[in-house]
Nanobody, 121 residues
């Protein structure tokens, strides 16, 4: 069984910063991509940032220059540093990972439970 556990959400004023963390645990063989998605009320879930096992990263245009995704492969953890937050960043943020469990020959997709980020004065 593989789990993703997120932490770090909360309420912050515009211009503030938050750091999200997501740790993968369980019977993990290898981790391929790790990513953060978000879903605002009434909107579709969107990819915010992603990173490969080799360290390549990609971002949605609206967060470029403000958000940074990173990962600690030794701890099976991915981070999202969010700076200069704006009200439009308010959403539930979900961790996503493509993981090959032990004894499996294919990667499976896993999701975290979600963490609320609210940007408001």
């Amino acid at each position: 069984q593989v789990q993703l556990v997120e932490s770090g959400g909360g309420l912050v004023q515009p211009g503030g910063s938050l750091r999200l963390s997501c740790a993968a645990s369980g019977s993990i063989g290898s981790i391929n991509t790790m990513a953060w998605y978000r879903q605002a009320p009434g909107k579709q879930r969107e990819l915010v940032a992603g990173t490969t096992s080799g360290g390549s990263t990609n971002y949605v245009d609206s967060v470029k220059g403000r958000f940074t995704i990173s990962r600690d492969n030794a701890k099976n953890t991915v981070f999202l540093q969010m700076n200069n937050l704006k009200p439009e960043d308010t959403a539930v943020y979900y961790c996503n990972a493509r993981i090959r469990p032990l004894l499996y020959t294919i990667d499976l997709t896993y999701w975290g439970q979600g963490t609320q980020v609210t940007v408001s004065s």
